[in-house]
Every structure is written in C-alpha cells, then in structure tokens.
C-alpha cells in the first residue's frame, strides 16, 4: 500500500510570511495527526480528526495556524503568519482506528522542515 | 499530563549488549506504543501493546506493561549498530484515539 504522502519535503519563508503543507493519508484511514517536532524534542500533537471533523485542536496555536480536511481525506495545515519559533518539522500521520475499542499504529510521512528566517 | 517520561534520556551501548528503556505515564491508556527515529528518518512504529496485556514480543523487541505503575519498557536484545536511533514511548487514551508522544531515548550503538 501506498504511505502517507507529504508535501513540500522543505520550506525557507521569513518571518510575518504564511506557508502551507499538504498531507495525503493512507486509503481507508479514518483518523489523521498533524504533529510538530521541533529539533531535539519529541513530536507535538497539533490537531487530530476524524473523518473530516477535528476531534482535538487543544495545543494549535488557533491565532496563526489552522487546519483543514476536506471530505475526510487529503489535509492542509497552514500558518499565517509565521514566527521564528514555528521552525520545525511538521509531521501527518494517520491510522485506520477511530475508537476506543481500535487498537492500531500510526503511519507517519516523511514531514515537511519548515525553517523560518 | 497524557505525555510519557522515558529514563534515560540517552544511553550508549556496546553493540551485541542489550539496551532497556523505561516509560513512566500519568493517565489511563487504551494502548502503549514504541517508536523510532532514525537522525533524519522518519518515525517508524516498533510494538503495540494493549492496556490488558502485561507482555509483548516481536524479533529482539521486548515490551512490558504494569498499568497499575503506570510503565512500561522497551528491551532491545543483542543490539546493532543499525539500532541507533531516538526511541518514543506514546500513549493512546481517550475515546478518539489520541496519541501523544514522550520526551524520548536516545540510544547510540557503538560498533
């Protein structure tokens, strides 16, 4: 089967400038994660949805990032405008599971590496 | 706090030692999983174990959970070189599935 595909691989913007990333799940994979993993740390939840609809949004800084998925397939994640902090690596991974009771891995992308200068 | 601990933070190991990597947490979990990173690699899942298994093995991978001490640990057997990499202990609570990551291992095997 086909991974999760990502896109762009990596971005340089300057600061006060807005980017977007793209992410394509697995077919048939309900749940999808927007993760940010800034350099040395390990990966931070963003936004997590189920189907098209966001199931947890709670540590999205909702004043310049946002996120959409549209018809509970492809997603974009788009910051607007950009701090320098916001250099990281931005990661999709989604996973068949959609329950308590689904027990399944999630399959990450290759990420996307923002830099912010 | 729904983030996992792992001790130690780095390890560093002779190749064909064992390496073991303990997980501490403070909510309730559905699952447990390890993942690892390679040094500009993406993240590739390892094991799963669900909140009622105790015992977990796959090839040289080992995995214990105690959820009544809420931790568990991640033995790796007669380890490569190939086996350096960072190490993530991530939980999956909650009715929709959420998973957040630990602070991570980062293990080094020497040859």
């Known amino acids: 089967e086909a991974g999760v595909a990502q896109s762009p691989r990596y971005k340089i913007i300057e600061k006060r400038q807005s980017v977007a990333f793209w992410c394509n799940p697995i077919s048939g994979h309900a749940t999808l994660y927007w993760y940010q993993q800034i350099l040395g740390q390990g990966p931070k939840l963003l936004i997590q949805f189920q189907n098209n609809g966001v199931v947890d949004d709670s540590q999205l800084p909702k004043d310049r990032f946002s996120a959409e998925r549209l018809k509970g397939v492809d997603s974009t994640l788009k910051i607007q405008p950009a701090k320098l902090e916001d250099s990281a690596v931005y990661l999709c991974?989604?996973?068949?599971?959609?329950?308590?009771?689904?027990?399944?891995?999630?399959?990450f992308g290759n990420g996307t590496r923002l830099t912010v200068t | 706090s729904q983030q996992g601990e792992e001790d130690p933070q780095a390890l560093s190991i002779q190749e064909g030692e064992n390496a073991t990597m303990n997980c501490s947490y403070k909510t309730s979990i559905n699952n447990l999983q390890w993942y690892r990173q390679n040094s500009g690699r993406g993240l590739v899942h390892l094991i799963l174990?669900?909140?009622?298994?105790r015992e977990k093995h796959s090839g040289r991978l080992r995995v214990t959970l105690d959820t009544s001490k809420k931790s568990s640990s991640l033995l790796i057997t007669a380890s490569r070189a190939a086996d350096t990499a960072s190490y993530f202990c991530?939980?999956?609570?909650?009715?929709?599935?959420?998973?957040?990551f630990g602070t991570g291992t980062k293990l080094q095997v020497i040859p």
């Open positions: 991974a989604s996973t068949y599971g959609r329950g308590r009771g689904m027990h399944s891995p999630l399959h």
């Open positions: 174990i669900r909140s009622n298994e």
């Open positions: 991530v939980l999956n609570s909650g009715g929709y599935q959420k998973v957040t």
